[in-house]
């Protein structure tokens, strides 16, 4: 079966760092996605890995094993503007995306 | 503002009405989406059409259909409409639909079935 699991919620301070995880077992592996999502609007695009390895983008970075199915975002230096749903999705081999169920950040002063 | 344009934003609708959520791009994108996503669950693809003239189905088709008769225009259809259908959707598109085409999304518009 194809399934992508990541936390459903969790809880930073302002100013920490904070990863969150995705783990993936999918048919064909043709890239890892991670969008950000505020409440009530669209997803907007953050980062794509293919290769292992960790790509950084500003205070975010992502990280991706293939051989271990597993991914994370890394936010640094958070801001209460962070606080949002995080979803991963994956492009299996016939170039559709499958989607987690997001993980909800909620960002304390 | 070049992007995606969705409407209705949101709609109430009775069981067993027709619906059409229209969705416009204006950024000559092949490839449109439509997604619905509810709580709980990951977007779930429910057509998609690659350029214009074809579609394609998704993960979760049923009761739903869609056209794509020019490059800008992605409608999609609830012929009889029923409660299971209420969701929050999302209307994309991306320069082609394969390697890192990474989606562009509409503002989505919210419909509820009584």
């Known amino acids: 079966g194809q399934n992508i699991d990541q936390p459903t919620e969790m809880t930073a301070t302002e100013g920490a760092i904070v990863q969150i995880n995705c783990t993936y077992q999918?048919?064909?592996?043709?890239?890892l996605f991670w969008y950000q999502q505020h409440a009530g609007e669209a997803p907007t695009f953050l980062s794509y890995?293919?290769l292992d390895g960790l790509e950084e983008k500003g205070r975010f970075s992502s990280f991706l094993s293939r051989s271990k199915g597993y991914s994370y975002l890394l936010l640094k230096e958070l801001q209460m503007k962070d606080s949002a749903s995080y979803l991963c999705a994956v492009m299996h081999s016939n170039y559709q995306l499958i989607w987690g169920a997001g993980t909800k950040l909620i960002i304390k002063p | 503002t070049a992007g995606i344009t969705q409407a209705p934003t949101s709609q109430i609708l009775a069981a067993g009405r027709s619906m059409t959520l229209r969705c416009t791009q204006d950024m000559r994108h092949n490839a449109m989406y439509w997604y619905r996503q509810d709580l709980g669950l990951g977007l779930r693809l429910i057509h998609y059409s690659n350029t214009a003239g074809t579609t394609g189905k998704g993960e979760v088709p049923d009761g739903y259909s869609v056209s794509r008769a020019n490059t800008d225009d992605f409608p999609l259809t609830l012929a009889s409409a029923v409660p299971s259908q209420t969701s929050v959707y999302f209307c994309a598109s991306s320069e082609d639909s394969s390697g890192a085409n990474v989606l562009t999304f509409g503002a989505g518009s919210r419909l509820t079935v009584l």
């Open positions: 999918t048919s064909g592996f043709n890239g």
């Open positions: 890995n293919v």
